[in-house]
């Protein structure tokens, strides 16, 4: 199995940016498609974004759509998530979740589509 550790997480002023990384060993990222979910404060956790196994496709949910990018880069074995403009309600623990489909299915967003998670990182962003 791959294991998965997030890093980069931090407190940023609203408006702000943070890139949060997700780093695998074990096995090689490129057998994953990729995911970042988070879990907000008293909230249960919600898919982010999802990104292929090349990085070519890749889906977002609607409040981070055009804030947010997934990207990875499988020859250091790091899969990244750039955020921009963020905002009080984006503060959660940020959690990379590995999936061994071989291609994004319609149900992507679901936690179960994915076989190995992170621990997480804090992202905190104040007013």
């Known amino acids: 199995q791959v294991q998965l550790v997030e890093s980069g997480g931090g407190l940023v002023q609203a408006g702000g ?3 949060v990384s997700c ?9 994953y498609r990729m995911g ?9 956790r919600e898919f982010v974004a999802v990104i ?8 977002y ?5 055009g804030r947010f990018t997934i990207s990875r880069d499988n020859a ?3 899969l990244y998530l750039q955020m921009n403009s963020l905002k009080p309600e984006d503060t959660a ?7 061994e489909l071989r291609y ?18 804090q992202v905190t962003v104040s007013s």
């Open 52 to 59: 292929s196994r090349s990085g070519d496709s890749t889906y």
């Open 23 to 31: 780093t695998a060993s074990g096995r090689t990222l490129s057998n």
């Open 61 to 65: 949910t609607d409040s981070v759509e």
């Open 17 to 19: 940016s943070l890139r």
């Open 76 to 78: 250091k074995n790091t």
């Open 104 to 121: 994004i299915t319609s149900f992507y967003y679901r936690e179960s589509e994915y076989n190995n998670w992170g621990q997480g990182t």
């Open 93 to 99: 623990v940020y959690y990379c979740a590995a999936s």
């Open 36 to 44: 970042w979910f988070r879990r907000a404060p008293g909230k249960e």
